[in-house]
């Protein structure tokens, strides 16, 4: 079963223009959340994450939003350039776990020039 | 380069071998993980160690064997490979401390014929 979901596999924007990828969860009990960035035949590297206690948390061009309520977080990219273009993944941690990420399935955004 | 290193990148083997997927970091990260990526499924968790000679299972250990004599290393092992074992496999490592990132090496792709 999988507790993070990431119902859009592709989405493509245009560069200059705002990217916004969701991501969603059904485990109340998970506290962390991680966006991760993959190019091809490379691991996926860190991009920006969000403590349950906010629900906004900001790094240059890149933004996460956290609806606790709603279980759902979001990030938005502005403005998108074309070497965003990759495979993101929403990540999400429990305090009581050992760092266990559990993923979605990823979203493939490609950045129009 | 300090860095986190997964060899072999690619590897082709038979079913019912051994196969070893060696893992090094040169952060002294106390926690390394293993992870499968397939499709539909992202990223999911085999194996952790949260310090050398401390491991524990993650969500799909079967089939696996894992070893953590020295904190660097984190090997991974089929011990009978299967073709459901057919996957790319990544490592990744952290402090361990709450709410710090894992990061990853570049992935094993494993091909099990």
């Known amino acids: 079963d999988q507790q993070v979901k990431q119902n859009s596999p592709s989405l493509s924007v245009q560069e200059g223009r705002i990217s916004i990828l969701n991501c969603d969860y059904t485990?109340?009990?998970?506290?962390?959340f991680l966006w991760y960035k993959k190019y091809p035949a490379e691991g996926p590297t860190f991009l920006i994450s969000?403590?349950?206690?906010?629900d906004k948390n900001e790094d240059g061009r890149f933004t996460v939003f956290l609806n606790k309520s709603a279980k759902h977080l979001s990030l938005h990219i502005v403005p998108s350039q074309p070497g965003d273009s990759a495979v993101y993944f929403c990540?999400?941690?429990?305090?009581?776990?050992?760092?266990?990420?559990?993923f979605g399935t990823g979203t493939r955004l490609t950045v129009i020039p | 380069d300090a860095g986190i290193t997964q060899s072999p990148r690619y590897k082709i083997t038979e079913t019912g071998r051994q196969v070893t997927l060696m893992c090094h970091q040169t952060?002294?990260?106390?926690?390394m993980f293993w992870y499968r990526q397939d499709l539909g499924h992202g990223l999911r968790l085999i194996y952790y160690?949260?310090?050398?000679?401390?491991?524990d299972k993650g969500e799909v250990p079967d089939g696996y064997v894992v070893s953590r004599s020295k904190t660097e290393n984190f090997p991974l092992t089929l011990e009978s490979a299967t073709r459901s074992q057919t996957s790319v496999y990544f490592c990744?490592?952290?402090?361990?401390?709450?709410?710090?990132?894992?990061?990853f090496g570049d992935g094993t792709r494993l091909s099990i014929l």
């Open positions: 990744a490592s952290s402090e361990g401390q709450l709410n710090q990132p894992q990061h």
């Open positions: 485990n109340s009990m998970f506290d962390y």
């Open positions: 969000i403590s349950s206690i906010k």
């Open positions: 990540a999400a941690d429990k305090l009581s776990g050992a760092n266990n990420l559990f």
């Open positions: 952060w002294s990260h106390s926690y």
């Open positions: 160690s949260a310090a050398a000679d401390i491991t």
